[in-house]
């Protein structure tokens, strides 16, 4: 048989069916991580996506500070946005009572061992941070959260809620000191008031409850020093009406509805 000849036509090229077919390339990752900016702002339950585009359009969505009008610009979690003045959040708001054992720091830093996000990382997907601060030696009640309301109700001194601390002195307090106490000290030129002190019943009077607004527990210790008595320990008894009652040292619960409202409340 003669072999056959070469017509000269190029056939079509079919590619085979188990070839891999081209796609366009994707964006860089760093380009594209975060989350769009109508998304965030429809997760945080303000309104849909399609009426966020509308918001974000007029100017009235701010990221750290600046107005944004762009539909694609993405954000961080970590971003703080505002929808007309309001801070809003993406995720589900999270409240969670701590009773702090001693030896670890109150911090939100990843670069410190021992802190206190340690002991209540697996109490919510939220990024939740404590309210106030408690000295690495110091235990008790310590409330986290992230609702910037409720943050800034603490931090405001007339409408914070006030804490009950167990604190106990090197040597006895004594009843002069005690009423100074009460009826407010001035040190270094700031007055510090406090809503109650009195001595534990059935204690040593160098053991007292003292009742305070204040967040941070360095102005008990200033305090104390002011008046030449060393602080042993610090233990955070009450957080507004919220106790320790079946509360472990170093266990956490989150807050019940009721529990959330009252503290809104106070």
């Not at 708001?93 to 021992?114: C, D, H, I, Q, R």
Request: charged residues 30%; hydrophobic residues 35%; contains cysteine.
């Amino acid at each position: 048989m003669g072999q056959k000849q070469n017509s000269g036509k190029k056939k079509p090229f079919r590619p085979n069916k188990g070839a891999v077919k081209s796609s366009p390339k994707k964006p860089a990752a760093s380009t594209q991580s975060g989350i769009r900016l109508n998304k965030y702002i429809a997760n945080s339950g303000v309104c849909s996506r399609r009426e966020a585009d509308l918001y974000i359009s007029t100017g009235q969505v701010t990221v750290n500070g600046k107005v944004v009008d762009q539909m694609g610009q993405r954000v961080q979690l970590e971003d703080e946005v505002r929808f007309d003045g309001r801070r809003i959040n993406p995720e589900p708001m999270a409240y969670v009572l701590l009773n702090k054992p001693k030896g670890f720091a109150t911090t939100t830093s990843a670069e410190k061992s021992n802190t206190v996000m340690d002991l209540v990382a697996n109490s919510t997907r939220s990024r939740i941070e404590p309210i106030g601060r408690l000295g690495r030696n110091a235990t008790g009640l310590l409330l986290f959260t992230n609702d910037d309301e409720v943050m800034r109700k603490f931090t405001n001194s007339t409408k914070a809620p006030a804490r009950l601390f167990h604190v106990e002195l090197n040597k006895t307090l004594k009843a002069e000191d005690l009423r100074h106490i009460k009826e407010g000290l001035k040190v270094s030129g700031k007055e510090i008031l406090v809503e109650d002190i009195s001595y534990v019943n059935d204690a040593p009077k160098k053991e007292v409850g003292l009742k305070i607004k204040n967040v941070g527990n360095s102005v008990i210790r200033t305090i104390f020093e002011h008046l030449n008595y060393q602080v042993v320990k610090v233990d955070c008894v009450t957080i507004g009406g919220l106790t320790k009652k079946d509360l472990p040292r170093g266990r956490w619960r989150t807050l019940t509805e009721q529990e959330i409202s009252n503290l809104k409340m106070l």
